[in-house]
């Protein structure tokens, strides 16, 4: 059986800047994240990344620049031994009825037609409360890190586990699950 895990990007793999990450000087991986997905892709995951980047429609953030970050991105990866599966982007404000800003569903529907994997019971590692919202919707099972805006969203879903970073929750999928 093909098993898949959906990410969130920023604050889950990459630090949370205000504004968005718009540029390259402002992309910092968050310690370990890596690593984890290499983790998940050696367990037989495909691995999956969806990102709200209202940057890109309110002109702060372009086309080129936002492919250069996922460029770097999936090159650091691969020196860890990892890869991504899909990463997917709204690039809608976060009033747009487009359908794709989570926690609105379509970028998890375009992953699982993509994929051809089920989006139920799959795990979605986030850290705000979209990524919650959207696993609540598309019935993933959410997990709660504390990186990006975890500890805010932690006050909203207490009711949620919170752990520390990626690499936690992915031992807590892989260890005990
Ligand atoms: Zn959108």
């Given at each position: 059986m093909t098993r898949l895990a959906l990410l969130g990007r920023d604050g889950v793999i990459l630090k949370v800047q205000t504004g968005g990450i718009c540029s390259l000087d402002e992309m910092q991986i968050i310690p370990g994240s890596l690593e984890a997905i290499a983790r998940l892709n050696h367990a037989g995951y495909r691995v999956a990344v969806t990102s709200n980047q209202p940057a890109l429609e309110e002109g702060r953030l372009d086309i080129d620049t936002l492919n250069a970050i996922h460029a770097r991105l999936n090159e650091l990866l691969t020196r860890v031994g990892g890869h991504l599966d899909a990463l997917l982007v709204c690039p809608h404000r976060g009033t747009a009825t487009c359908g794709c800003h989570k926690p609105d569903s379509g970028?998890?529907?375009?992953?699982?037609?993509?994929?051809?994997?089920?989006?139920?019971?799959?795990?979605?590692?986030?850290?705000?409360?979209?990524?919650?919202?959207?696993?609540?919707?598309?019935?993933?099972?959410?997990?709660?890190?504390?990186?990006?805006?975890?500890?805010?969203?932690?006050q909203i879903h207490s009711d949620l586990p919170l752990f520390d970073d990626l690499p936690h929750a992915v031992s807590e999928l892989l260890d005990h699950r």
């Amino acid at each position: 059986m093909t098993r898949l895990a959906l990410l969130g990007r920023d604050g889950v793999i990459l630090k949370v800047q205000t504004g968005g990450i718009c540029s390259l000087d402002e992309m910092q991986i968050i310690p370990g994240s890596l690593e984890a997905i290499a983790r998940l892709n050696h367990a037989g995951y495909r691995v999956a990344v969806t990102s709200n980047q209202p940057a890109l429609e309110e002109g702060r953030l372009d086309i080129d620049t936002l492919n250069a970050i996922h460029a770097r991105l999936n090159e650091l990866l691969t020196r860890v031994g990892g890869h991504l599966d899909a990463l997917l982007v709204c690039p809608h404000r976060g009033t747009a009825t487009c359908g794709c800003h989570k926690p609105d569903s379509g970028l998890f529907e375009e992953i699982a037609h993509r994929l051809e994997i089920p989006l139920k019971g799959v795990p979605l590692f986030g850290d705000d409360t979209a990524d919650v919202e959207a696993a609540r919707r598309i019935g993933a099972q959410p997990f709660l890190v504390a990186t990006g805006n975890g500890r805010q969203t932690h006050q909203i879903h207490s009711d949620l586990p919170l752990f520390d970073d990626l690499p936690h929750a992915v031992s807590e999928l892989l260890d005990h699950r």
